[in-house]
């Protein structure tokens, strides 16, 4: 993966605006340096706690989730935006 620091516009539905979010960083830690709570027990996508619905874009995983997920949904602490973003909190 290359480590160039791209912005991406990240939505959240139901919520005002988009959020910038790195490539550099996991979704997950970019949501949170936004103060989002996004549940979590794990940055390596081992248990599932942060599955995603992912409404619209692309993601990249930067280790592979070894957590069920299905083709609509993410595991923000293992992935990083490669496009803008909308998604859905569980």
Known sequence: MDKTRII???RLVNTPGPLP?????SLLDSLESH????HSHCREGF???CRTKLIHGE???ITDP?????DDEILPCCCVPKS?????LG
């Open 59 to 61: 993601v990249e995983y």
């Open 35 to 38: 103060q989002l709570e996004v």
């Open 8 to 10: 991406y516009q990240v």
């Open 84 to 88: 803008d973003l909308v998604i859905k």
């Open 66 to 70: 070894l957590a069920y997920i299905d």
């Open 21 to 25: 979010c790195t490539s550099k960083c």
């Open 47 to 49: 248990c599932g706690a």
